[in-house]
């Protein structure tokens, strides 16, 4: 098999940043040479400052790009949209406060959040966050989780998600196996959780067994080390951790989704030749490479799509685990809804606005 054509077969597997609000010549590139599967906007990819129809049309005219480069009908449409402090998108899409605040309103929110996202071409919204708020100088999650305790977190990620799939969009719990008691912020650095097995049983696991219940499509991985139970490996890259506790203990069989390999917690470990053949085996069938924390070159994402062509070559790879995440990322985006970009009517905003404030009291 051609070089370009195992690197083509990354791109079933790739999720990736875009540089801004039209495609640059690298984009294209990128786009056109690995066709990834999916894509993952940020605040950087809306033209704000601009009226609702400008900014939209314009994103609309970015989508409708995306897909005639990757030269893909169906793809996963991604977006970091949790609220709080987690909102790429311009105005007058609503922004609802962070999760701590939902309580009783999740569902309900989450109803309202997907219905904006559809509006947006999105299908797959990266949340809800399932980490539980237990470390009070949390740098990176805090009021981002539904509570700090397990019993509190269950019924926000749960009534979260519903909602999300009440209304057509795709959800995924994060970050496994839980990232609420850390530190140390991934994006700068590699957390160390000492924690113990049955001390992730007895709390950091249980809202994702609420989830996997629930039958979530996806689970992200965390960037963050468990000495006690890989001493040597982050989440992302353990098998201890992915493939016996995630697939094997608690029985998910959906799809695993690295968080971005450009956070530095990770992204020197993944320019070193074996990474990503590594990453396989501990269990992730899909990767964010999201060209926003890093670097927005398109180096990095062809380097990593480098060397799992090269490990695919060499042997060190196995093909039946390749084929297996692929099997599992094509049954999930064979069922996902693709949508059209379109312009809500005021009174939906109106409505969703009013909610927002009542969730705030």
């Known amino acids: ?8 077969r990354f791109g079933n597997h790739l999720i990736i940043g875009i540089s ?32 609702y129809q400008v900014w939209l049309d314009k994103f609309k005219d970015l989508n409708d790009q995306i897909r005639e480069y990757a030269e893909r009908d169906s793809m996963f449409m991604t977006l970091d949209h949790e609220g709080g402090r987690v909102v790429r998108t311009p105005q007058p899409i609503t922004r609802f406060p962070h999760a701590l605040l939902l309580r009783s ?15 947006l071409g999105i299908n797959l919204s990266w949340a809800p966050v399932a980490d539980i708020f237990s470390h009070p100088q949390n740098p990176v999650i805090g009021a981002r989780a539904f509570g700090n305790t397990p019993e509190a977190a269950i019924l926000g990620v749960r009534e979260y998600f519903l909602g999300l799939q009440e209304s057509g969009i795709l959800g995924c719990a994060k970050h496994f196996p839980g990232h609420g008691d850390t530190s140390k912020d991934s994006h700068i650095e590699l957390p160390t959780l000492n924690l113990t097995l049955d001390d992730l049983r007895n709390r950091e696991l249980i809202p994702f067994q609420a989830l996997i219940k629930a039958q979530i499509p996806l689970i992200m991985t965390a960037h963050i080390l468990f000495p006690q ?10 098998q201890n951790i992915l493939k016996n506790i995630l697939r094997e203990e608690l029985g998910f069989e959906g799809v695993i989704v690295s968080d971005d390999l450009d956070m530095k917690a990770v992204s020197d470990m993944f320019m070193n030749k ?27 994402t062809y380097k990593i799509a480098e060397d799992f062509a090269d490990s695919l070559s060499d042997g060190s790879l196995d093909e039946s685990v390749v084929s297996a995440a692929k099997d599992r990322i094509e049954k999930l985006l064979a069922v996902t809804p693709q949508y059209i970009v379109y312009p809500l ?8 606005g009013e909610l927002a404030i009542a969730c705030a009291f």
């Open 105 to 119: 309103r999740s569902r309900e929110v989450a109803k309202a959040t997907a219905i904006e996202l559809k509006s």
């Open 274 to 300: 074996g990474t990503v053949a590594q990453a396989f085996h501990a269990g992730c069938d899909l990767f964010i490479v999201s060209r926003n924390i890093n670097s927005s070159s398109i180096e990095r």
């Open 20 to 51: 801004g609000t039209t495609l640059s010549d690298e984009d294209k590139r990128l786009l056109s040479e690995l066709q990834p599967i999916g894509v993952i906007f940020f605040a950087k990819n809306f033209l704000d400052g601009t009226p």
């Open 1 to 8: 098999m051609s070089v370009s054509r195992q690197l083509e």
């Open 229 to 238: 139970i890989d001493p040597q490996l982050p989440a992302t890259l353990s």
């Open 345 to 352: 009517d005021k009174n939906t905003l109106l409505q969703h």
